[in-house]
């Protein structure tokens, strides 16, 4: 019985995909800039901490979505492809600047 309310529980994502997908991208683009720079992992943790704030996630929020993700791998690689979409259409806009 409760493998199956716990089935009910991760059925979905606790973020919606649209919105873990442009986190993700700017996760991804954050700690490239960081490793970029030189900064110690500190830092990044702060900065990281502070992008989850601006998108209104808690540290919770993000480990069950990574939870569900991590069980369902099919839709893994589908979130990841539509990441390296964000990423590629962000670097396209700031190229157009």
Not at 31 to 44: A, F, N, P, V, Y
Request: aromatic share 10%.
């Amino acid at each position: 019985m409760f493998s199956c309310s716990r089935d009910v529980q991760v059925s979905q994502p606790k973020i919606p995909e649209d919105r873990f997908v442009s986190y993700e991208a700017s996760l991804f683009i954050l700690t490239q800039e960081e490793k970029l720079l030189g900064h110690d992992s500190l830092t990044l943790l702060h900065k990281t901490d502070s992008l989850q704030k601006s998108y209104h996630f808690s540290r919770g929020d993000v480990d069950q979505t990574m939870e569900f993700y991590h069980g369902h791998l099919d839709r893994w690689r589908d979130m990841l492809n539509k990441v390296g979409q964000n990423i590629e259409h962000a670097q396209r806009a700031s190229k157009g600047r």
